[in-house]
């Protein structure tokens, strides 16, 4: 009896649970401010309703048990919560779909292959919604109709085939359709690339994006990892940058190999300071101290340390001679990457059509901007691309929600590590060439141009009768 008085439990509170998920509105913080006393008395009533029908159910039991007399038809019972089950469930589902229905959806697409996108979600959604509604209706009118009658004998029905052919040949159909418009969207939203896209190249790495754009020349000059510095994190192929990073590995191979001279010093420097700090009981005093000598005396003698730098230098090398190879190609370095800008906003202009080439540092990261329907994986070693074309400015967007502080951003939507959350980057969708051209131009390029500037003659100079040029950097 226990159990159904349960089951009972459960049916009444999932209305509930409804009814609590609309009273809290998801950025309210839980407070009793936030609820009127009306809702309150409700919630209240419904628990005492609650336990007086499990109670209720209970003392019919216990009559049951003592008179041997059925007091209550389970069967009628069962059937009709079913009714009152689907009825009520139904209602919850209209009315969720109606109340935080909009919660859940994107909003208007800001991209132009997004209202085919969006349509097909639309039409997916339209299908098996209706499939739902029916079968849930046809599955609980049935457990009604069809209760335990005592005067009915139930049919044994083994097989129909052509029942069998009808369930398989429908919903084939149904699914093919939708296999295949999915497909066609997507080939053609991959493929049909307008040639005038603009190249926007997207970074990410744990936990960031960085995006970039040509300077004037108007193509993003090359990259590889193993150009990859502190100071070049896109590993952008530029002279300046690569020559740095060179010097950098040669001085810390240098420092390693120093280290490896040393070993043996070290190693038995290590072993005197924790044989004294054991002999003097310095052990028990310093915990933390000895901790790390300990770990540094057991890889000195365990052959760790040595090994470690052996690899260290090892890598560094690998570096090098990676970089070295690169340097023979001259038309890698043909200084188109000079003058490419990285960003750490994005600013695009509205229908023009883009093409944004990812890629990542270390982990597989998803570019994904949900106004305009674009996800595409980054990954490590491969370059990935997706274009689009946005058709809504970031002020249309914020004028259509609404909400005057909204902005569009590129999300990460592949678990990639602890600050996952907040890996994000601003996309900006200006109205003219005009506004995105100031932007750009306040962007600082890889290198800094230098110009020449023109300095009016002194008439009291010995030497000089002409404009003296100074060559200024800029930045
Ligand atoms: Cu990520």
Redesign the pocket.
Known sequence: MFKKSLAVLSFILAPLMLLAADVIEPPKEFSFANYDWITIMIVVLVLLIVLVIARAFDIGALTEKLSGKKVVSWNNVNAWMAIIFIVAGLIGVFYELQVHGPLLMLGNSASLHGETYDSMFYITFGFTFFVFVVMEILLFYFMFRYRYNENRKALYYFHNNKLEIIWTIVPSIVLTFLVLRGFTTWSKITTEIPKESQEIEVF?Y??GWKARYAGNDGSLGNQNFNFISGSNPLGVAEEGQVTELVTELKNEIVKLEALQASAPDSINAWKGAYDRFVATGLDRTFPEDFKTLKNKHNDGISGAYVRTLIKDIGRKRTALNRIAEYRKDVDFFDGTANDDKVTTEIVLVKNKPYIFKFRARD????AYMPDFRVQMN?VPGMPTQFAFTPTMTTADARQIKNKPEYDYYLF??????AA?YN?KIKVTVVDSDAEYNTWLASQAPLVAPVVVEQVPAKTDSKNDTTAAVKTVAMN
């Open positions: 990410a744990q936990f982990v597989i990261h998803s980054c990460c939507n592949k678990i990639c590590g996952h890996m």
